[in-house]
């Protein structure tokens, strides 16, 4: 059974912190599969409004994602040395 208020709330979260899922998931102590289907499947029948502006957010965590990965490699071989 779904908690619509949770995933709003969720949701709500996500957009007000600059946050990525992984970093939500860590906060609410939920695995990050579980939060990406609250807000990807579950929130668009809920809140399809609020689905668009997350739907957002997450396209363009995909789009920098390589540059963050990118820059934590960078760093880890910084300490190394």
Do not use: C, W
Not at 39 to 46: A, E
Not at 73 to 79: A, F, V, W
């Amino acid at each position: 059974m779904l908690d619509k208020k949770k995933i709003i709330k969720e949701a709500d979260y996500f957009l007000n912190q600059d946050i990525t899922i992984r970093e939500l998931s860590q906060i609410l102590k939920r695995s990050k599969s579980a939060i990406h289907k609250d807000l990807n499947n579950h929130l668009s029948k809920i809140n399809p409004e609020k689905y668009k502006e997350v739907k957002k957010k997450l396209e363009t965590h995909k789009t920098i994602r390589h540059i963050k990965g990118g820059e934590s490699t960078k760093l880890k071989y910084q300490k190394a040395k």
